[in-house]
């Protein structure tokens, strides 16, 4: 197996290529999660996956619970099913606490402010309220609990670590919070081997061929856990070097024809981008500081065949946007043509105007 080879396995696993999925909260059931910060974007590392659909039928999904917005694996947003948020949160947050306890101390926090404005705060939302950070505020208020925006961030962060809180219903463009016992009713409590087992194959399933250093990286687990993760699967799994790498795959994986280019725009923080400690088979060292900068920060990308050759923006105009894209090299009208079926569905996605 060769570079383009692990990519066509990658965009077919990833559900980049044809797939039998219909709906938005099984596309994020499928991939486990998905890095979810720049909302937004995120909404259309969902729609990109599907056929004929809007960024209308994204927000159906979050606003009917179906796709749960929190923070889980790393210290980052993420979409995951309702179905999974429950044992995903327990196997992660142990490891995510202690981090933004070091955000709240650099940030001096006063954490003693934070945890006597919690209970409250729970109650505030008690009987399915979903409220945004600026409701929540005046509510605190009313209750003679008056918190600085840093302050008030913070509580609701913590709440979201005590299992308290997740977001909820979009307001317009404002993100809500609800709790999420309220939104998502704990089904079941699994051990901490299970719920390793349920996220390595998660990932190995729709993220291969992918390194044991590949999935340390997405899901914040130590080198450690991962090995053990990897042993409870590797049964139905096969391993095999390439560039000097051992990439694991389903054992019983069917190679995806290449029956023609795949040209797709993804949104900024993608999964195929952003699930890989190693990105070389995707991106040329000279242009990878183009899209991925050090302190995180990832831009939307033109991808050909697996590789990025570029990257594009979403320009206000009207009810329906306009999509710029700016290639790193000279490229031949003939390959810029193959992404026009591209930006006609992406600017359909984001249409403010209702489909006939």
């Known amino acids: 197996m060769n570079s383009a080879e692990i990519l066509n396995l990658r965009l077919y696993n990833q559900l980049l290529t044809s797939h039998q999925l219909k709906a938005p909260n099984e596309i994020v059931s499928w991939m486990g999660a998905m890095q979810s910060q720049a909302l937004d974007m995120a909404k259309w590392a969902i729609g990109t996956r599907l056929e004929n659909q809007t960024i209308r039928d994204v927000e159906e999904a979050l606003n009917t619970g179906q796709i749960i917005r929190t923070h889980t694996l790393r210290p980052t947003w993420h979409f995951v099913s309702a179905d999974d948020v429950h044992w995903m949160f327990d196997l992660s947050n142990p490891r995510l606490k202690p981090i933004y306890h070091c955000y709240a101390k650099m940030r001096q926090i006063d954490e003693s402010l934070i945890y006597n404005a919690i209970p409250v705060l729970e109650k505030i939302l008690i009987g399915g309220k979903h409220l945004t950070k600026q409701e929540i505020g005046s509510a605190l208020q009313t209750q003679d609990i008056t918190l600085d925006d840093d302050h008030l961030k913070s509580a609701i962060t913590y709440a979201e670590m005590e299992g308290i809180l997740v977001n909820g219903r979009l307001k317009g463009k404002k993100q809500t919070f609800t709790l999420l016992e309220e939104w998502a009713p704990r089904k079941q409590t699994i051990c901490k081997e299970e719920a390793l087992e349920h996220l390595a194959r998660k990932y190995f399933t729709s993220h291969s061929p992918a390194t044991i250093h590949d999935f340390a990286w997405w899901s914040g687990l130590s080198i450690t856990e991962c090995r053990q993760a ?127």
Not at 275 to 298: A, C, P, Q, W
Not at 350 to 356: C, Q
Request: proline content about 5%; hydrophobic content about 35%; glycine content about 4%.
């Open 230 to 356: 990897l042993e409870m699967i590797k049964v139905d799994f096969i391993c095999e070097t390439i560039n000097e790498r051992d990439f694991w795959m389903k054992s019983d994986i069917k190679v995806p024809p290449v029956d023609s280019n795949s040209a797709l725009l993804l949104p900024a923080f993608d999964e195929f981008v952003i699930s890989y400690k190693d990105r070389s088979e995707m991106i040329e060292d000279i242009h990878y500081g183009k899209v991925m900068t050090k302190n995180g920060l990832f831009s939307p990308t033109i991808m050909l065949n697996g590789k990025i050759i570029g990257s594009w923006k979403k320009v206000a105009h009207k009810s329906t946007p306009r999509i710029e894209l700016s290639f790193f090299e000279k490229t031949s009208q003939r390959k810029q043509d193959l992404f026009k079926p591209e930006i006609k569905r992406l600017e359909k996605f984001y249409s403010k105007e209702k489909n006939k």
